[in-house]
């Protein structure tokens, strides 16, 4: 079945430092990907997507590419900020039929000043 | 606000005892979805909708879960007999069906049982 990995945290990082948060994932057909971040106390927001090979989905400065020989859609940032202290998910939709969303653990950002 | 609202926000309740979730989706949304998440966890889908038509459950959605959509515009979920293990928080999205897969959530209702 679909299922996705993200790494593990928390990632603490200083403000202005690279972010690199990694996700790979396993599905049926082409799946579409995204990244939905859960601020502290707030809902999940849909943070941006990718829905088919090497696509690069980017939103406030976070950027992630549509890998399909490597299966990743990891997520990158140049310079973090404080305000980036937030839970991300990885995510897909498979096309095989299955509408419903299948998330990674979710991985903790903590941005230091 | 035109966003995805659900009610009740927080809900504690006894082992036991039944409890029922609304959710209004983003108005001209046909798919609506609901999902569960505990603690440190990603969100595990329950079931879906396209309009009235619940198109497909989870294996996690047992016999004591129920949901509805009326009319094809809010949504019910029904947990019957709670038990301690059905505390998390219970997420509702909504998409506007085929050809756009982007699913918009709620803040959620926190179910805790006691």
């Known amino acids: 079945g679909d299922s996705v990995t993200q790494m593990e945290g928390p990632v603490t990082l200083s403000e202005e430092a690279f972010l690199t948060i990694n996700c790979t994932y396993t599905?049926?057909?082409?799946?579409?990907l995204f990244w939905y971040v859960q601020y502290p106390g707030e809902g999940l927001q849909l943070l941006l997507k990718?829905?088919?090979?090497?696509d690069k989905g980017s939103n406030k400065g976070f950027e992630a590419t549509y890998r399909k020989e490597t299966t990743s859609f990891h997520l990158e940032k140049g310079s973090v900020q404080v305000s980036d202290s937030a839970v991300y998910f990885c995510?897909?939709?498979?096309?095989?039929?299955?509408?419903?969303?299948?998330f990674g653990s979710g991985t903790r950002l903590q941005v230091q000043p | 606000d035109t966003g995805v609202s659900q009610n009740p926000r927080h809900k504690i309740t006894k082992r036991g005892q039944n409890v029922t979730f609304r959710c209004d989706p983003i108005?001209?949304?046909?798919?609506l979805y609901w999902y569960r998440q505990t603690l440190g966890q990603g969100p595990e889908f329950l079931t879906y909708?396209?309009?009235?038509?619940?198109?497909?459950k989870s294996r996690l959605l047992s016999d004591r879960f129920s949901a509805e959509r009326p009319k094809g515009s809010f949504s019910t979920l029904e947990i019957q007999r709670t038990e301690q293990g059905d505390s998390a928080m219970y997420l509702c999205?909504?998409?506007?069906?085929?050809?756009?897969?982007?699913?918009?959530f709620g803040p959620g209702t926190r179910l805790t049982v006691t």
């Open positions: 999205a909504s998409s506007l069906g085929p050809g756009n897969d982007e699913q918009y």
């Open positions: 599905a049926t057909g082409y799946p579409s």
């Open positions: 990718a829905t088919k090979a090497d």
């Open positions: 995510a897909l939709s498979s096309l095989a039929g299955r509408r419903a969303l299948t």
């Open positions: 108005s001209e949304h046909n798919r």
């Open positions: 909708f396209q309009n009235e038509a619940q198109l497909e």
